[in-house]
Structures are given as structure tokens and as C-alpha cells.
């Protein structure tokens, strides 16, 4: 099975500030990789696909890179409706798993 | 727009049989190449593929569940179900319904509001 670690665990960040989150996979996932906002009480929202696709509505401000094993999620500019929790996810064989979140909080 | 809804019992007993259902409305089950998944969340943590079935009835099951674990689906009521045996206090977690479309693998595009399920005596 594969990992995926995210990190930090917990980010802290002002609004206006650029946002770098990282999604490591324990083998190469090629560029099979998601990402996906949750805000507290919410189902998941989906923001990038194929590790740089955005998804339908998602702005600007987020994007997504990476390929193999290593995946970063960038917002250029934090507005106050992205502090949330972010995962990434990706597919195993016919198996599906996501990482443990990085909590992007107001400092 | 589509939109999917969960129902059933927020209770079940230990070692009884979670049963939850998914309706799906906006779109037709049956139309279309997707993935229909559940997938579950214990209280402040993270997200579990639980598993899914495909637009032609074929399933794929989490290998960690996978004894346990049955999903169904009803295309005259544009519903997929979800059956989870032998449930214990672990089972205890928000589950939600997904909609999952291939782009090279499965991603999550619409997603139920969830529904919180506790597995206690």
C-alpha cells in the first residue's frame, strides 16, 4: 500500500500570505494525485487533480505541482475562506488512500 | 448540478450490520463513467477509502475492509447502498458519499454532506 505524509502538520499563516503544502509518496504515484479543502463540519471539497489540474470553480490562487513522489500545493495568496485542512489522495492499484491532513490555520 | 444525500440509522450496535444509503439526484446513476464511493471520517481525523462501484455494477473494496463491506446499487431509485458487517466502536465515523469520476485514477468531485454514525450498546 501506498503512504502518502503530508506536511506540516499544521501550518500558520496570515491572510495575503503565500501558502506551500507538501504531500510525499512512499513510492511514485506518477502524476496521480489529488487535492482536496475541508472546512470544519463540511464534506471535502475538490481543488486540484492530476496533481496540477484545477477543478471546476476552484481559483486561481491554487495550484498544484509535483510528479513521482513529491507534490506541492501552493495558494499565491491566502484569503480568509482557504484557512481549512488540506489532503492529498491517490490511487493504489484499485485502492484509494489519503494523507493525514496539514491544518492551515489564521496566526 | 448533482447533489448526494446518506440516510439511515446514526446508531447501530456492536457487532450488528451498518447499513447506510446514498441518493443521488441531478444526474442519472446509471449515465456516464463514474465511480460511486463511500468513504468515511472518525471524529478529528482523516479520510478512509471504504470503497466503490462502477456505473456497470463492478466492485472494488478497500483490502482492509473488504471482508466486512458491500456496496450495492439500485438504479431504479438512482441509489447506491452500503453495507458494513460486524461493526465495532473503530466504525464509529462520519460517512459520506462520493461521487468519483477517471482521470487516469479516480478523483472525488461531489460528495454528500455526510452522516455521522455511532456504533455503541
Known amino acids: 500500500e501506498i503512504v502518502l505524509t503530508q506536511s506540516p502538520a499544521t501550518l500558520s499563516l496570515s491572510p495575503g500570505e503565500r501558502a506551500t503544502l507538501s504531500c510525499r509518496a512512499s513510492?511514485?504515484?506518477?502524476?496521480?494525485l489529488a487535492w482536496y479543502q475541508q472546512k470544519p463540519g463540511q464534506a471535502p471539497r475538490l481543488l486540484i487533480y492530476d496533481a496540477s489540474n484545477r477543478a471546476t470553480g476552484i481559483p486561481a490562487r491554487f495550484s498544484g505541482s509535483g510528479s513521482g513522489t513529491d507534490f506541492t500545493l501552493t495558494i499565491s495568496s491566502l484569503e480568509p475562506e482557504d484557512f481549512a485542512v488540506y489532503y492529498c489522495?491517490?490511487?493504489?492499484?484499485?485502492?484509494?488512500?489519503f494523507g493525514q491532513g496539514t491544518k492551515l490555520e489564521i496566526k | 448540478q448533482v447533489q448526494l444525500q446518506e440516510s439511515g440509522p446514526g446508531l447501530v450496535k456492536p457487532s450488528q450490520t451498518l447499513s447506510l444509503t446514498c441518493t443521488v439526484s441531478g444526474g442519472s446513476i446509471s449515465s456516464g463513467s463514474y465511480y460511486w464511493s463511500w468513504i468515511r471520517q472518525p471524529a478529528g481525523k482523516g479520510l478512509e477509502w471504504i470503497g466503490r462501484?462502477?456505473?456497470?455494477?463492478?466492485?472494488n473494496y478497500n483490502p482492509s475492509l473488504k471482508s466486512r463491506v458491500t456496496i450495492s446499487v439500485d438504479t431504479s431509485k438512482n441509489q447506491f447502498s452500503l453495507k458494513l458487517s460486524s461493526v465495532t466502536a473503530a466504525d464509529t465515523a462520519v460517512y459520506y458519499c462520493a461521487r468519483g469520476f477517471w482521470s487516469g485514477s479516480v478523483y472525488f468531485d461531489y460528495w454528500g454532506q455526510g452522516t455521522l454514525v455511532t456504533v455503541s450498546s
Open positions: 462501484i462502477y456505473t456497470s455494477g463492478s466492485t
Open positions: 513510492q511514485s504515484v506518477s502524476s496521480y
Open positions: 489522495q491517490q490511487r493504489s492499484n484499485w485502492s484509494y488512500t
